[in-house]
Every structure is written in structure tokens, then in C-alpha cells.
């Protein structure tokens, strides 16, 4: 038996996660015609991607993850994460932080 190699996957794939991971953030659904759920403002670490909501879109703010960001490895796992995007020191410190731990655990 061989081990399962995990391949790292592309933006776009990255970019999808992130989308269907803030689609759950919308008790009908993403509005029709309501544009991009996700801003056009993300970061790339070495290990990981960055993604933000589209703020204009109005999501269940009773849940916690409502004013959260997305991080997505680049071999795919997404986590919710501190939406730290009006604070540029601390994201940019954030974001390698993030891909440091990926890195750590193979991710």
C-alpha cells in the first residue's frame, strides 16, 4: 500500500473554497445579482491564501464568523480566520503567521 501524496492545489481552487465557505454566512443563499461574495483584496503567503468578505453583502450577523476572513492552505484546508484587513501591520504579520503554520503542519 502507498501513502496518498497530497498535491497542492491552484488559486482558483482556493478562491472557490473561500466563496463556498461565506455562501454559508446567507440564510437564502447569495442574493441573485448581488456581485462578487468575495472582495476583490486578498493576500498570498507562501503556503496559503487570504480571502474577505464583500462587505456590502448583508450576511447573519449573529454568527460569529460574519465579521471573520477565510485562510485556504495550499493543499486546501480553510480556516476561518480574524478579518484583520483594516489593520495592514498586523495582517501582514497575520498572513505569515498563518502560512508558517501550514508549513509546520504539512499543509
Same mark, same amino acid.
Given at each position: ?9 491552484? +488559486? &482558483?481552487?482556493?478562491?472557490?473554497? /473561500? ?5 454559508? *454566512? +446567507?440564510?437564502? $443563499?447569495?442574493?441573485?445579482?448581488? $456581485?462578487?461574495? #468575495?472582495? !476583490?483584496?486578498? *493576500?498570498? /503567503? !507562501?503556503?496559503?491564501?487570504?480571502? +474577505? ?9 449573529? *454568527?460569529?464568523?460574519?465579521?471573520? /476572513?477565510? =485562510? ?10 480574524? @478579518? #484583520?484587513? @483594516? &489593520?495592514?501591520?498586523? #495582517? ?6 498563518? =502560512? @508558517?503554520?501550514?508549513?509546520?503542519? $504539512?499543509?
Amino acid at each position: 500500500m502507498t501513502a496518498s501524496v497530497k498535491s497542492r492545489i491552484s +488559486f &482558483e481552487q482556493a478562491k472557490a473554497k /473561500a466563496e463556498a465557505g461565506f455562501s454559508s *454566512l +446567507f440564510v437564502d $443563499g447569495v442574493p441573485k445579482n448581488a $456581485g462578487s461574495i #468575495l472582495r !476583490e483584496f486578498y *493576500l498570498e /503567503a !507562501e503556503y496559503c491564501w487570504m480571502f +474577505f468578505r464583500n462587505k456590502a453583502l448583508i450576511v447573519r450577523e449573529e *454568527l460569529i464568523m460574519s465579521e471573520a /476572513a477565510i =485562510s485556504v492552505s495550499r493543499m486546501g484546508r480553510v480556516s476561518w480566520i480574524a @478579518d #484583520l484587513s @483594516d &489593520e495592514p501591520e498586523r #495582517l501582514k504579520i497575520y498572513i505569515a503567521e498563518m =502560512s @508558517d503554520y501550514y508549513r509546520q503542519n $504539512g499543509e
